[in-house]
């Protein structure tokens, strides 16, 4: 496919500006929109839902499955260019998108980062340290597996997100019967490991093979989903965290990557950091990137994908991204209720983010609110007010 940049507010022969297309309308998707309706573009969403996210905000929203042959010929008449929001689109639907119009990421990168055992192959040819592990997609494998990997996490190859479709064990009866609960599907097991923290690294890189980086966020996990986000991280060492920024530039560059993408770490108690995963997307961790940075993830994907220059971000403010889960619209005694915005928006440096969600429930991702302040100490003062206030606790 030509790489012509698709130019912003470009006329196109019948009077519309140029549109970019995203396949899925979560909120990653609509936050996407709104960076590129910011820049004058036009935006087409493919999701079946007719209350998605990106569909509520888009002037076209093709209602149809990601494999409808029809809704995939619209997405594409209607788009110059075409992304992806979230990670489990099916490849398939993304070779046939790109046989016809520039498609970033491209399906052969997203589906090595939509399994985990190819992800990890992945790790290994670039010399990125990641957890000790194995594949088990036959009970003979099941049988194989070495005592070291004992406690580990089994984790579905695929499909898998939030901490869904993953079980801790303890030993081999355990591994098994977790094996049948989650109906002998091709699985990793890794080794439980000792983690000190948490960090990420969002990157975007273009055709041409230029790479810009966003500085590390350290990130907090609650019952498997993301809770919390600091940036700069208050507890890594810069060392860990340039070799975390080094690995990452070398997994997209190995991975011929056009789009962001962002790869998760562990840094394990003795100091040593460790690869966790990759998703071929903006990621949570990043979101603190639209009002914490010059440009935001979601800005550097609309570049990506219209070809058009990267620049290095910078941070402007030492940031606190606080998740905002369906848990928060029910009170103590698990009653509905519109959360205390008033009060929180009073508190200042507080950017709250809601993503039009039309039912809350426990666990869904409804929103964030990015906290910034001229210091990092600053920053987690008010986002503890903000979480004291919406009852969430602290970190
Ligand atoms: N090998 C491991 N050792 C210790 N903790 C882990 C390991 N793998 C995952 N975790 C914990 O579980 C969380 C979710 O796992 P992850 O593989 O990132 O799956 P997901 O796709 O759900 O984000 C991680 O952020 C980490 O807190
Ligand atoms: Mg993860």
């Given at each position: 496919m030509s790489r012509r940049p698709v130019l912003p507010g470009t006329t196109s022969a019948d009077g519309r500006p140029a549109t970019l297309g995203v396949m899925g309308g979560g909120q990653l998707g609509r936050m996407f929109v709104q960076a590129a309706q910011r820049m004058g573009y036009l935006t087409a969403v493919l999701d079946?839902?007719?209350?998605s996210p990106a569909g509520l905000v888009?002037?076209?929203?093709?209602?149809?499955?990601?494999?409808d042959e029809q809704g995939l010929a619209q997405l594409m008449q209607r788009s110059s260019a075409i992304t992806t929001e979230f990670e489990n689109v099916p490849a398939a639907a993304l070779v046939t998108l790109g046989a016809q119009r520039p498609v970033a990421p491209a399906a052969d990168a997203v589906a090595i980062c939509q399994d985990r055992a190819m992800e990890k192959a992945q790790f290994a040819r670039c010399g990125v340290p990641c957890a000790p592990h194995a594949v088990i997609e036959t009970a003979e494998q099941l049988e194989a597996v070495p005592e070291a990997l004992l406690p580990g996490i089994l984790k579905t190859s695929r499909l898998g997100y939030d901490g869904k479709g993953q079980i801790r064990v303890a030993d081999r009866a355990e591994l098994t019967a977790a094996w049948q609960t989650l109906k002998q599907a091709p699985c990793v097991l890794e080794a439980l490991l000792p983690l000190e923290r948490e960090i990420s690294v969002v990157l975007a890189r273009n055709a041409q093979g230029d790479i810009v980086n966003f500085p590390v966020q350290e990130n907090m996990h609650r019952d498997g989903i993301l809770a919390i986000t600091q940036v700069p991280p208050p507890n890594v060492p810069q060392s860990i965290q340039d070799q975390a920024v080094q690995a990452a530039r070398e997994l997209a560059s190995s991975l011929g990557y056009v789009g962001v993408l962002c790869v998760e770490f562990f840094v394990l108690s003795d100091g040593r950091l460790m690869a966790n995963e990759m998703a071929p997307r903006p990621h949570n961790s990043g979101h603190y990137t639209i009002d914490a940075c010059d440009v935001s993830q979601f800005d550097l994907q609309v570049r990506t994908l219209a070809g058009l220059p990267l620049v290095q971000p910078t941070l402007l403010a030492p940031a606190v991204m606080i998740n905002l889960l369906g848990?928060?619209?029910?009170?103590?005694?698990?009653t509905a209720r519109t959360p205390p915005w008033a009060q929180v928006l009073a508190l200042p440096g507080v950017h709250l983010h809601l993503y039009g969600k039309v039912s809350a429930r426990r666990g869904r991702k409804m929103g964030h609110i990015t906290v910034t302040a001229a210091d990092g100490a600053a920053a987690r003062a008010m986002a503890l007010q903000v979480c004291e206030c919406l009852g969430l606790p602290g970190f």
């Open positions: 079946p839902d007719p209350t888009s002037p076209y929203h093709i209602q149809a499955d990601y494999l848990d928060v619209w029910f009170d103590e005694a698990g």
